[in-house]
C-alpha cells in the first residue's frame, strides 16, 4: 500500500511556530489514517525548535538554495538557523525512504514545508514562488510534494502510484533558481515558520 507523508501540522497537531495547526481536510486525513498511509513529521520540531518559536523565513533564495549553501534561513531575531532547517529536511526525507513514500502533502509557505510559495525573507508579508528546504530536499530526492491547497490532487496521485509498480522515486535535477520568481502579499498570521 502506498502510504503519504504529512505535515504534522496538517494532522492537528499545534506545533506551527505560533502554536496553532493547520487542521485541513479532515475527511481525506482521516481516509489515510484509517487505511493506515499517514505518515507525519513536522521537519522543524524533529529537528529541535520548541513550540512556540520565531518565526523563520529564508533569504537570499530557496529551499534548493540552502540545501546547496547559496541561502540561509534566518530567525525574525536575524539568528541563523539553516544547518536546523537542514536537518529537519533530512529527518523528513529519511522518514519517508523508510517507509518507501513516494508522495507528500506539506503545509504551504513554510521556510520548511513550502512547496509553491514561500516569505521573502524580509518578514513583511511578501511571498515569492519557491519552495522550503524539507520540500526541495524530497523533491530532489523524487518525491512528489501538494500543497496543503492541493489535498484532492494529493489523493488522486496516491491511488495512481498503486497502479505502477513500487520503485524507488527518481531524483530530480533541478535547474538553478532565480531570487524573484513572483511575489504578492499575505495575511501576516502565515508569515514564516509554520
Ligand atoms: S509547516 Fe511548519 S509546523 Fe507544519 S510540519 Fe512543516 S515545519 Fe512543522
Same mark, same amino acid.
Given at each position: 500500500?502506498?502510504?503519504?507523508? &504529512? ?20 475527511? *481525506? ?11 507525519? *513529521?513536522?521537519?522543524? &520540531?524533529? $529537528? ?9 523565513? *529564508? ?6 538554495? &540552502? ?28 522518514? $519517508? ?5 513516494? &508522495? ?38 523524487? *518525491? ?51
Amino acid at each position: 500500500m502506498e502510504k503519504i507523508l &504529512v505535515s504534522s501540522c496538517l494532522v492537528g497537531l499545534p506545533i506551527r511556530y505560533n502554536g496553532s495547526d493547520k487542521a485541513t481536510d479532515v475527511s *481525506i486525513i482521516s481516509k489515510w489514517k484509517n487505511e493506515g498511509r499517514l505518515v507525519h *513529521i513536522c521537519p522543524e &520540531v524533529s $529537528a529541535g525548535f520548541p513550540t512556540p518559536r520565531p518565526p523563520a523565513e *529564508i533569504s537570499g533564495g530557496f529551499g534548493i538554495d &540552502v540545501l546547496s549553501g547559496n541561502a540561509d534561513v534566518f530567525e525574525n531575531s536575524k539568528q541563523k538557523v539553516t544547518d536546523l532547517y537542514i536537518s529537519g529536511a533530512h529527518m523528513a526525507l529519511r522518514l $519517508a525512504q523508510k517507509n518507501g513514500i513516494r &508522495v507528500a502533502l506539506l503545509t504551504d509557505g513554510s521556510p520548511s514545508c513550502g512547496s509553491t510559495f514561500i516569505y521573502d525573507g524580509g518578514f513583511t508579508g511578501r511571498t515569492l514562488a519557491g519552495n522550503g528546504v524539507t520540500a526541495a530536499l524530497l523533491e530532489q530526492n523524487g *518525491i512528489k510534494v501538494f500543497p496543503d491547497t492541493q489535498i484532492s490532487d494529493a489523493d488522486a496521485y496516491l491511488h495512481g502510484l498503486e497502479k505502477q509498480p513500487n520503485q524507488a522515486p527518481e531524483p530530480t535535477v533541478f535547474a538553478v533558481t532565480s531570487r524573484a520568481q513572483s511575489s504578492t502579499s499575505r495575511a501576516s498570521e502565515d508569515r514564516g515558520s509554520s
